[in-house]
């Protein structure tokens, strides 16, 4: 076998940029506050972390852009929380939100994480911020560490 890389989970020397939608923001707060935690249990020091915040989910993406493009960041992880109401709105904003993050990391060449909750009450909400099914802010903190680490040993190969 040739090749095989195996991303590690430090976070030292990496620069993370996190993306944070206000709407809903008690649900954001909790998974921006776990994914710090995570990134500076990885060894991220404070000045490798940026916390930017949007009006909601659908600002995300350009933002994210913004921040991916900068050539500051070695991640950009993206959060906010949709919560289904009586029509179709949350759908189109998650979709949305959803395909414009992939666009962003595709055309930047920067991993963007797609934290970002589509629920269909605050029950749920809940239960994925720190309830009964964990923090989404902490998984996406460590993909976003495993990304940023395999961009850097990809392109040193």
């Known amino acids: 076998m040739g090749l095989e890389v195996v991303p590690g989970h430090d976070a030292h020397g990496h620069r993370y940029c996190l993306v944070a939608a206000r709407f809903n923001q008690v649900y954001v707060e909790r998974m921006?506050?776990?994914?710090?935690?995570?990134?500076?249990?990885?060894?991220?020091?404070d000045d490798d972390l940026a916390v930017v915040w949007v009006p909601g989910s659908f600002e995300l993406p350009l933002a994210c852009r913004w921040a991916a493009a900068s050539g500051r960041y070695d991640a950009v992880l993206a959060f906010g929380a949709?919560?289904?109401?009586?029509?179709?709105?949350?759908?189109?904003?998650?979709?949305?939100?959803?395909?414009?993050?992939?666009?962003?990391?595709?055309?930047?060449?920067?991993?963007?994480?797609?934290?970002?909750?589509?629920?269909?009450?605050?029950?749920?909400?809940?239960?994925?911020t720190g309830g009964k099914l964990g923090n989404r802010g902490a998984?996406?903190?460590?993909?976003?560490v495993q990304m940023g680490r395999l961009r850097r040993e990809l392109r040193a190969k």
């Open 32 to 45: 921006v506050q776990s994914a710090l935690d995570v990134l500076r249990g990885r060894g991220a020091g």
């Open 82 to 128: 949709i919560v289904q109401g009586e029509t179709d709105h949350a759908r189109i904003v998650a979709d949305l939100s959803a395909r414009g993050l992939l666009q962003v990391m595709m055309e930047t060449d920067v991993p963007v994480l797609n934290g970002v909750l589509a629920v269909r009450d605050a029950e749920q909400a809940a239960a994925r």
């Open 139 to 144: 998984e996406v903190a460590l993909a976003a």
